[in-house]
């Protein structure tokens, strides 16, 4: 690799390049949308389907997506690619459910829904949730996204200088041209990122000589392309984590609040999960071939040490298609982020009448701040993924509480908000600190559908006040209060 040094550069500056002569032009297109939030943050709720699509599809594809599905399938097979195939389940039931309610809303965040019909406490508790998770993911792909610039070239970069440069690709890219130019910059990067692994997938299989040959050197006991090896248990909580996080995470939703009507949001929630669809299984081809050709090591390793066995042109495609899904997940978590803090922060509590350029002034700061606590966050990785676990998790309280709300608003009560989202950030807290042996449940998300449900429903009996804002009449549809 580092005897044709050039070629990954050349790759790599000249996708960084175009991902800003794009940035460039989507400034223009912010700039129509009518500044302020709704402008920089919304893209003056004009993106059109296919935009929307690529957004989601470079959110769900990061380096859990990619590597993280290799490592899993060096020893479990093709059923670590039910992971994306979890999270395209939950934008297909949010396309076919409740993505055209959201876009009816007219709101900017989820919280600012929760003030509206339940209370100012409610609206707090759910903008912390909301960031601690987005935070948290955030931060990870500044990680992964140097490691991969690291395997890329190990002679100019270090973990550290590959976080960094990866930073200031997709916080360039938001600060400059806001959510258009997440949007624009995710279509070429959904590109890049099928190019590099099905490239990988294919020349990965072809080393060890076609799938037949694949399948008969694999271990013994490796379970190769068993659907279920992972284990029924924990591809339902994929299931279970995905469907709920779709339908309730600040950036995953805002890509519908952002789209040109209820139709446009309803069609890229459905290409969206038909692009994440392939992406998981695709991963666990090349963590299978690594199995093959490099047993006994980390499993970690194992889609980094296929794409290094390749040659430098390929190698250089690939890992540039890794970096991409990188920079396309962290850019539309930090403009999620940035709408929490700006809208129902800033704007709620502090300037609630600033004009629209002061706004959208705000909304930068608001991105360049997050971005430096992001990084700080990722400087000190250590214990974030078991946080991410527990986070994602935490989803469970915004997704029925919100569902409630639109489908079944003669349940919700003033405190169903504030009481399910509290008894559920305090269930999963206890999860982490309690020791192993104690925790019954196999996955968090069953320990925090339970504590919702029972919040939820012990509220509805023992609270009588009904929700404002919202009929009870037709089916549940909300109205503005």
Not at 4 to 18: C, D, H, L, N
Not at 92 to 113: K, M, S, V
Not at 170 to 193: C, D, K, Q
Request: proline share 4%; charged share 10%; hydrophobic share 55%.
């Amino acid at each position: 690799m580092m005897q044709a040094g050039w070629i990954p550069i050349t790759i790599v500056t000249v996708y960084v390049v175009v991902l800003f002569a794009v940035t460039g032009w989507a400034r223009r297109l912010t700039a129509k949308g009518g500044g302020g939030i709704v402008g920089y943050l919304l893209a003056g709720r004009a993106l059109p389907y296919w935009v929307a699509a690529a957004l989601l599809a470079g959110l769900a594809v990061g380096g859990v997506s990619t590597i993280g599905t290799a490592e899993w399938a060096y020893s479990r097979g093709i059923s670590a690619g039910w992971y994306n195939a979890a999270w395209a389940a939950g934008a297909f039931i949010l396309a076919l459910g409740a993505a055209r309610r959201y876009r009816r809303l007219e709101i900017t965040t989820l919280p600012e829904l929760f003030e509206r019909y339940y209370s100012t406490t409610a609206r707090v508790l759910g903008v912390i949730g909301q960031l601690v998770i987005q935070i948290v993911i955030t931060s990870l792909q500044y990680v992964a996204g140097g490691a991969i610039l690291r395997a890329l070239l190990p002679g100019v970069f270090t973990l550290q200088s590959g976080m960094l440069v990866t930073a200031l690709v997709f916080v360039g890219i938001t600060l400059i041209g806001g959510f258009w130019a997440a949007g624009l910059t995710n279509v070429i990067n959904i590109v890049v990122i099928y190019v590099g692994i099905v490239l990988a997938a294919v020349m990965s299989v072809a080393k060890v000589g076609g799938l037949g040959a694949l399948k008969a050197s694999l271990p013994d006991a490796h379970p190769g392309f068993d659907l279920l090896a992972m284990g029924p248990a924990l591809i339902a909580a994929w299931f279970l984590v995905m469907i709920t996080t779709t339908h309730s995470t600040q950036a995953v939703i805002q890509i519908g609040f952002a789209a040109k009507d209820e139709d446009h949001a309803a069609r890229a929630y459905l290409l969206g999960g038909l692009l994440i669809l392939p992406v998981g299984f695709v991963s666990a081809i090349i963590g299978m071939a690594a199995a093959a050709s490099h047993p006994g090591i980390v499993a970690a390793e194992a889609l980094p040490r296929m794409v290094m066995d390749l040659p430098p042109l390929a190698a250089g495609i690939i890992l540039a298609g890794l970096w991409a899904a990188d920079v396309s997940t962290a850019s539309a978590l930090l403009l999620g982020s940035a709408a929490l803090v700006s809208n129902d922060i800033v704007k709620r509590f502090f300037a609630p009448d600033l004009s629209a350029a002061r706004d959208q002034a705000v909304c930068r700061v608001t991105v360049a701040v997050l971005s430096v606590i992001t990084f700080g966050l990722a400087l000190t990785v250590q214990g974030i993924l078991k946080a991410l676990l527990v986070g994602l998790t935490l989803t469970t309280a915004y997704t029925l509480v919100v569902l409630m709300t639109m489908y079944c608003p003669q349940l919700c009560r003033r405190s169903s908000a504030t009481w399910t989202l509290s008894t559920t950030m305090l269930a999963l807290a206890l999860w982490l600190i309690a020791p192993a042996e104690w925790r019954v449940l196999p996955h968090p998300i069953y320990l925090a559908w339970l504590v919702s449900l029972v919040t939820f429903f012990l509220v509805a009996v023992f609270d009588r006040r009904r929700i404002t804002g919202a009929s009870t009449q037709g089916g549940g549809a909300l109205r503005s209060s």
